[in-house]
């Protein structure tokens, strides 16, 4: 899973970048159009404890590849002119599967404010509607092509299928509303998919909260915040980013005595990670053994013979049964695979079993 971070100039979004990946990528370098990659494994604890029983040669957590950077908003030099999307403020993320949008909240007058001073909601408003423009304008592009061959009359079958699905989707965001929240059927959807609609991103607000608003965020400015975000349907996390870079570069017990005195419960690491995974419907299984104890992301209500795919295509292919202990019946039976079989709590399931999250599987196979 790819998830890219977004957002205005200053408000945080390298700082959280660092403290997701636990880097440190120079903040406040002038000019900086770099783009930032890296690659960090989901926290779970049911994985864990699946590592402690099975005690594997390999050991291979599910992971996101995260992006940060490279998109030029130009700070209106004179007042009124606000800020500027170049072209390519999307360009970075078209890839990914899932945008965090980094808005700022804290005050501080060492780091240049927007225009007008900080305003979570204004702010939050203002990028949605960019993406709403910046598929607008990719659509309209497309549009003015597919009529000039239509009425030329050499539109093929496929063209006039997608004129038609784009001009639904062009009424969508003309009432202002998101690819997302637009209902497009599986066929829909796949001959539109090369256009990776960023409004059509699953999206997750992040506030970039003060060091002194930690602990007590009911303030009135993120209260607003979180009642459009509801409004919305649109998971919201607030956290701050320059707490939260210190905490990445602590030792695991440094790390839980500096949250509890702050009066953090989790840091946004896992806080945020956990979002992303449920605003994409995602959801693990695990394969566990002396070998290898592994983590695969599959979307929530994918079958067996899915879940088989995602291993090994042969898996798939050759299909017989899988071999399934619940995580449940996993931790109650201690140990690892054998120990579990043998206390009978090993299921033999078809190809139609939708999977579920944390489910351990072992997949019986001929080809
Ligand atoms: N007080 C305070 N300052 C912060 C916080 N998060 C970031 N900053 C500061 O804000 C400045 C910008 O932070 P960055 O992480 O570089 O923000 P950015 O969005 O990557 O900025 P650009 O790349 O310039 O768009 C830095 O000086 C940070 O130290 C925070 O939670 N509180
Ligand atoms: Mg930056």
Known sequence: MKVGIIGLPQTGKTSLYNALTRSSVELNKFGDTEVHMGVIPVPDPRFDHAVAMCSPKKISPATIELTEGGARIERGERKGQGDKFGSDFFANVRSVDALLLVIRAF???????????????????????????????????????????????????????????????KAHLENLQPVRTLDLTDEELKAVRSYAFVSGKSLILAANIGENEVGSE??????????????????????????????????????????????????????????????????????????????????????????????????????????????????????????????????????????????????????
């Open 218 to 367: 009911d303030t009135s400015a993120l209260k607003t915040l979180g009642a459009f975000a509801a409004e919305q349907n649109i998971p919201l996390i607030s956290f701050c980013a320059k707490l939260e870079m210190e905490v990445a570069q602590m030792e695991p017990q440094e790390e839980r005595e500096f949250l509890e005195a702050m009066g953090i419960q989790e840091a946004a690491r896992d806080r945020l990670i956990r979002a992303a995974y449920a605003a994409l419907g995602l959801i693990s299984f695990f394969t566990v053994g002396e070998d290898e104890v592994r983590a695969w992301t599959i979307t929530l209500g994918t079958n067996a013979v899915g879940a088989a795919e995602k291993i090994h295509s042969d898996l798939a292919r050759g299909f017989i049964r899988a071999e399934l202990i619940s995580f449940d019946d996993f931790r109650v039976a201690g140990g690892c695979w054998d120990e579990a079989k043998s206390a009978g709590k090993m299921r033999l399931e078809g190809k139609e079993y939708i999977v579920k999250d944390g489910d351990i599987l072992h997949v019986r196979f001929k080809v």
């Open 107 to 169: 005050e501080d007058p060492l780091v240049p404010a927007p225009e007008g001073g900080v305003n979570a909601l204004r702010e939050a408003e203002k990028i949605l509607e960019e993406l709403l423009l910046a598929d607008l304008t990719v659509i309209e592009g497309r549009l003015e092509k597919l009529e000039k061959a239509r009425s030329q009359k050499r539109q093929t079958t496929a063209e006039a299928v997608e004129h038609q699905i784009l001009d639904k989707i």
